[in-house]
């Protein structure tokens, strides 16, 4: 199913919470790995990351599942085959990413056997007999999605300028509500 040729309010306000969450979650989780030394310090700052991530999860499910029931817009102006190809590869890959990315986080936390406390409004309990090979195997797959969702917010974001800045469509301006 199909939506039409202009995206509802409840698509431009999940479009933008995840877009912002997401990118923020992903410069977190590259300084956590990154620029952070090991210590209390970076175990607080994980716990935090783990809880984001926890709500992003929550608010991702319903997102996507929004987007599914809804179906995609049709294309805001004509664009060649492999462009709209490249688009709509990347947009189902992001989307993906909101649920897969904190999953495979939280099934890493799990399988090591770790509680994950959100903001101690809920616990999501540890597995009691952990496996580190599959907490490895998680938290590796974490990263790669991670690393994947980064170049398709490269491109998604340069597709989303040029639409704006050199064909001079709609395509930008009925995701801000501007059309
Ligand atoms: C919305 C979602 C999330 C995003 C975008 C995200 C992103 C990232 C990124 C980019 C890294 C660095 C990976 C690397 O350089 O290999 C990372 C690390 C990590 N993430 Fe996430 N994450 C999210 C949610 C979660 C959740 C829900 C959990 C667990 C409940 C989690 C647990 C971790 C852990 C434990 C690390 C490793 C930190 C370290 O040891 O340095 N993440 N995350
Ligand atoms: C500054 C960053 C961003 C800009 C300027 C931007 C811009 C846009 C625009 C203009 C569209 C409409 C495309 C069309 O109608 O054909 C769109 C759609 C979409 N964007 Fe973004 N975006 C950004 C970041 C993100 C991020 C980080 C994600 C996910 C992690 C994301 C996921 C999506 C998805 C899944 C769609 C398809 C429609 C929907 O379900 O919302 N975007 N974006």
Known sequence: MSQGRNYDRIS???HWITAIAMIGMLAFGL???NG??????????????????????????WRVMYRVVQGFLE??????????????????????????????????SYFGGRAVDVFGVMTIPG?????????DAMYGLHGLL????????????AGALKHHLVD???????????V
């Open 31 to 33: 300084y956590l790995e």
């Open 127 to 135: 597995a009691l007999e952990p496996s580190k090979t599959l907490a």
């Open 146 to 157: 991670a690393m994947g969702t980064i170049l398709a917010t490269l491109l998604h974001v």
């Open 168 to 178: 001079k469509d709609t395509t930008l301006l009925r995701m801000l509500g501007r």
């Open 36 to 61: 952070v030394a090991p210590g209390p310090e970076k175990g607080a700052l994980i716990g935090t990351h783990k809880a984001i991530g926890v709500l992003i999860l929550i608010f991702g499910l």
């Open 75 to 108: 294309d805001a102006a004509p664009m060649p085959v492999w462009q709209r190809f490249a688009a709509h590869v990347v947009h189902y890959w992001l989307l993906a990413a909101v649920v897969l990315i904190p999953a495979s986080g939280l099934l890493g």
């Open 12 to 14: 431009r306000f999940n």
